[in-house]
């Protein structure tokens, strides 16, 4: 199922809209290549994280559960 900016998994509440934008684009784009949804969510995560950090875009909101790595 792709997703958009109005419905996208719970795992993206927390992220700045940028941030949760660039996640649905790259989740969409490994679903299109078949992978499975939870690996693409993962996955687009993971990406969007790095993408928003190397740009110096706060990543997630300030009412947003820390995050333990």
């Given at each position: 199922m792709p997703w958009t900016k109005k419905e996208y998994?719970?795992?993206?509440?927390n992220f700045m809209a940028p941030v949760r934008s660039k996640a649905?684009?790259?989740a969409n784009a490994l679903?299109?290549?078949g992978s499975e949804e939870q690996?693409?969510?993962?996955?687009?995560t993971a990406k969007a994280e790095e993408w928003a950090t190397?740009?110096?875009i706060k990543v997630?909101?300030?009412n947003a559960p820390e995050v333990k790595k």
């Open positions: 998994p719970v795992s993206l509440k649905i684009a790259i679903l299109a290549e690996r693409a969510i993962a996955i687009a190397n740009r110096g997630r909101k300030n």
